[in-house]
């Protein structure tokens, strides 16, 4: 490219003397961090840094200039505007602003999604966010007992917890439940084929297929039955010398309906250990609605399984994820019977994708929180709790704030229907009520847009032209975030 640019200039040069080389009006680099208007932006990033943003801003419009995309005329605009202020300062302060605003920081969700994938998934407690901020602040203990001083197991108290909580053994952490079936997999059915019914070869996101999973993992797939009915005699039929687990995969992310039939995780349990083999239920999500003192049953989720019935049901592990229905950070949790778990402890590979002590410190706090009987004040679980009457109330509170903000504001309010999220619950909606709000001056894309810009960043749905605002996923202090963004429009 260096090259190409080179040749570039010097065609230009060789051409009309007269001729403007707009190579010639770009400023060296140097030159630019020395300027008044320049030197704010030096301070507030550093030197090295701020050079490394000129000389990429640089870098572009050479790229523009060697493409035809850009001649002198539009180069002089965007180092001087009509005023003769600093374009350049002005452009490169728009970069750096951009640069900083991207990655992880927190975003106002109003699309109505509970467990947003792309916004975080569950939000957490605020007891549990101060556990992890108190972890994460300090030194902590960790993998040591306080008590005698000896080593002890980094998750030795989440297990104890989880114990109490759904009734298993023992249970260990890692980063997600993905990680969480891959080590299962690589512990029990390594150089060995697993077992598992065609109608749960799931793919969940990211292109997240379960063969290729078991192909990571070392394990040889053995599909069995039909998409839509598997029975206890396709398991059974299926078990040679070289089966090393049955393996069961609850439908996250899908249903299916109509003439299907399925085989329970009980009876695929009671099978393996009858061949002397493990069993595993990879169930994802990681519910509770029932048997846990406090809780309030969700309406529309009363199908999903239930992680303490899972646990029950005598199989050797259940994987599911600590940031969906559970409403805990991200983790993969696996929770059963104590010669598994300790199979699995001892696998190499736990190490490698054990949780750290952050996200152990907050799901100890979220575990806690079930037993203390206030599993309801989870935030996950106190969102989809929210009823369509008293969403509606808000709803119309926050349109006439939002009337308010001046005369270019339209608002209307409807019911709608939103939905758990994160390949949870699928074809789960919980009724809601929306307010449809609309600019004079921008369309709903450029409206969505700047608020996706804005600080806070604000996510909101767009359907059918209309910039939908769902009061569903407001957390404490939102309402007056999202009128402040509104505000600034």
């Given at each position: 490219m260096r090259y190409a640019?080179?040749?570039?200039?010097?065609?230009?040069?060789?051409?009309?003397?007269?001729?403007?080389?707009?190579?010639?009006?770009?400023?060296?680099?140097?030159?630019?961090?020395?300027?008044?208007?320049?030197?704010?932006l030096v301070a507030a990033v550093g030197r090295d840094l701020c050079r490394a943003y000129v000389q990429d801003l640089l870098g572009d419009w050479r790229?523009?200039?060697?493409?035809?995309?850009?001649?002198?005329?539009?180069?002089?605009?965007?180092?001087?505007?009509?005023?003769?202020?600093?374009?350049?300062?002005?452009?490169?302060?728009?970069?750096?602003?951009?640069?900083?605003?991207?990655?992880?920081?927190?975003?106002?969700?109003?699309?109505?999604?509970?467990?947003?994938t792309g916004l975080g998934r569950a939000p957490q407690h605020p007891e549990v966010a101060a556990a992890m901020a108190a972890a994460a602040g300090s030194y902590c203990v960790l993998e040591v007992d306080r008590y005698t001083g000896k080593r002890n197991r980094r998750?030795?108290?989440?297990?104890?917890?989880?114990?109490?909580?759904?009734?298993?053994?023992?249970?260990?952490?890692?980063?997600?439940?993905?990680?969480?079936?891959?080590?299962?997999?690589?512990?029990?059915?390594?150089?060995?084929?697993?077992?598992?019914?065609?109608?749960?070869?799931?793919?969940?996101?990211?292109?997240?297929?379960?063969?290729?999973?078991?192909?990571?993992?070392?394990?040889?797939?053995?599909?069995?039955?039909a998409t839509n009915r598997t029975r206890l005699g396709d398991y059974s039929a299926a078990l040679t010398a070289e089966t090393g687990l049955l393996l069961k995969v609850h439908r996250s992310n899908f249903r299916i309906e109509g003439f299907t039939e399925e085989t329970s995780m009980e009876d695929i349990a009671n099978l393996a250990k009858a061949h002397g083999l493990p069993s595993v239920y990879d169930l994802g999500a990681g519910f509770l609605n029932e048997g846990v003192a406090g809780l309030t049953p969700i309406e529309g989720l009363e199908g999903e399984p239930l992680l303490s019935e899972a646990i029950a049901s005598g199989c050797d592990a259940v994987?599911?994820?600590?940031?969906?229905?559970?409403?805990g950070p991200q983790a993969g949790l696996i929770a059963g019977q104590r010669g598994a778990i300790e199979d699995m402890r001892r696998n190499p590979l736990y190490r490698a994708i054990r949780l750290d002590k952050v996200s152990l410190a907050g799901l100890e706090r979220t575990v806690e929180l079930y037993l203390e009987g206030r599993g309801d004040e989870l935030p996950a679980r106190a969102l989809m709790l929210r009823s369509a009457d008293e969403l509606k109330?808000?709803?119309?509170?926050?349109?006439?704030?939002?009337?308010?903000?001046?005369?270019?504001w339209e608002?209307?309010?409807?019911?709608?229907?939103?939905?758990?999220?994160?390949?949870?619950a699928p074809g789960v909606y919980l009724d809601t009520h929306v307010l449809h709000v609309r600019?004079?001056?921008?369309?709903?894309?450029?409206?969505?847009d700047a608020l996706r810009a804005g600080d806070p960043p604000v996510f909101t749905?767009?359907?059918?032209?209309?910039?939908?605002?769902?009061?569903?996923t407001l957390l404490a202090g939102d309402r007056e975030r999202l009128l402040d963004a509104l505000g600034q429009l």
């Open positions: 640019l080179h040749m570039e200039t010097q065609n230009r040069e060789a051409g009309d003397p007269a001729a403007v080389n707009p190579f010639r009006m770009l400023p060296q680099v140097d030159e630019v961090l020395q300027r008044a208007a320049v030197a704010p790229v523009e200039l060697a493409d035809g995309a850009l001649d002198a005329d539009g180069l002089a605009a965007r180092l001087a505007d009509d005023a003769g202020a600093d374009g350049l300062a002005r452009v490169l302060a728009a970069r750096i602003a951009r640069e900083r605003g991207r990655g992880v920081r927190p975003a106002v969700n109003v699309t109505g999604v509970v467990l947003h998750d030795d108290r989440l297990s104890d917890l989880l114990a109490r909580l759904v009734g298993c053994e023992a249970a260990i952490a890692v980063n997600n439940c993905a990680a969480a079936t891959i080590l299962a997999l690589a512990t029990f059915a390594r150089g060995k084929e697993t077992v598992l019914s065609r109608g749960e070869l799931v793919e969940i996101g990211g292109s997240f297929r379960m063969p290729d999973v078991m192909e990571q993992a070392g394990t040889h797939l053995v599909g069995v039955g994987m599911f994820s600590g940031d969906k229905l559970f409403g109330g808000v709803a119309e509170e926050l349109a006439g704030a939002v009337r308010g903000l001046g005369s270019a608002v209307s309010v409807h019911p709608e229907r939103s939905q758990p999220g994160s390949g949870s600019h004079a001056d921008r369309s709903a894309d450029e409206l969505a749905r767009v359907t059918d032209g209309v910039v939908k605002v769902d009061p569903r």
